[in-house]
C-alpha cells in the first residue's frame, strides 16, 4: 500500500516513503502461525464425525477471534502508518478504518534528534523527536529504520528549504533594487541635463510655464543715469 502522491503540491517530491520497523510485526507474526499450527493439530486429533466436527469448527471460531485483533490489527496497523519526507514537509499518517495525520512543514522544524537502545542498535532502528516552532505538539515517531540517517537526511532538507526561501527572497529584493536604481538613475541624469541647458528637468514638452533664462551679458542691462550721454544746455532755454 504505498502513499497516495496526489497529496503532493506542485515540485514537491518524495524523499523517504517510510514504514515502522518489520520487526515490529515479527512477534504477531510468529502467533500467528502458532494459532494455525493449533488449528491443523485439532483438525487431525479430532473424530471425524458429528462430535469432531463441532469441535473443530469451535477450535476455528476461537482461534480466528484470537487471531484478528492479535495478529491481522497489528499487521494493518503496520502498513497504514506512513512516515514520508518529502521535500517541503514531514508527513505522518495512520489509520485503519479512522484516519489521523499531521503534517509539518520544513521551515516549522527546530530540531530532530533520535534515539536508540542496544536492541535499537542491532536492528538498525530508533526512535525520532521532531521539535516544531508554534504551538503545536512535538511529534514522536517510533521504530524509524535507520533513524540517524533518517535524522540526518531532515537535518539536511531544513538546510535545503531555508537556503531556497533565501535565495528567493533575495532575487526579489535585487529586482525591486535593480529597477529603483535605474529609474533614479534616468531621473538624475534627467535633471543634470536640463540643469546644464537652463530649462526645468520636471517640465513636460507641452508646460509653458517653463520658460528658458539665458545669462545677461554685461551689456544686455539698461544703462544707469550716470551712464547716459547728456545733451549739452542751449543758451536759450535760460537758467536751469
Not at 503496520?78 to 479512522?98: A, E, F, K, N, Q
Not at 520544513?106 to 530540531?111: A, F, G, H, P
Request: aromatic fraction near 4%; include cysteine.
Amino acid at each position: 500500500m504505498g502513499f497516495p502522491e496526489n497529496v503532493l503540491a506542485k515540485d514537491e517530491k518524495v524523499e523517504r516513503d517510510l514504514h515502522p520497523h518489520w520487526l515490529t510485526v515479527v512477534v504477531p507474526t510468529i502467533f500467528g502461525l502458532l494459532l494455525a499450527a493449533a488449528c491443523i493439530a485439532i483438525a487431525v486429533v479430532t473424530p471425524d464425525d458429528t462430535t469432531g466436527n463441532r469441535l473443530q469448527w469451535g477450535a476455528v471460531i476461537v482461534l480466528v477471534l484470537v487471531a484478528v485483533p492479535a495478529v491481522i490489527v497489528p499487521y494493518l496497523r503496520w502498513r497504514t502508518t506512513h512516515y514520508v519526507i518529502t521535500s517541503h514537509r514531514v508527513m505522518v499518517r495512520r489509520g485503519i478504518l479512522t484516519k489521523n495525520g499531521k503534517d509539518i512543514t520544513l521551515s516549522k522544524i527546530t530540531d530532530v534528534s533520535f534515539q536508540q537502545t542496544v536492541l535499537d542498535r542491532l536492528i538498525r532502528s530508533g526512535s525520532l523527536h521532531i521539535e516544531s516552532a508554534g504551538d503545536s505538539p512535538d511529534e514522536n515517531l517510533a521504530n524509524i529504520p535507520r533513524s540517524n540517517d533518517v535524522q540526518q537526511l531532515i537535518n539536511r532538507l531544513v538546510d535545503e528549504d531555508d537556503l531556497r526561501r533565501r535565495h528567493g527572497s533575495g532575487v526579489g529584493d535585487a529586482h525591486t533594487a535593480g529597477s529603483g536604481g535605474s529609474a533614479q538613475a534616468g531621473y538624475d541624469a534627467g535633471y543634470d541635463q536640463g540643469y546644464d541647458d537652463g530649462s526645468d528637468p520636471g517640465a513636460g514638452p507641452d508646460d509653458t510655464t517653463a520658460v528658458r533664462q539665458g545669462r545677461r551679458g554685461p551689456r544686455s542691462r539698461p544703462p544707469l543715469a550716470e551712464e547716459r550721454p547728456r545733451r549739452p544746455r542751449d543758451p536759450e532755454d535760460g537758467p536751469a
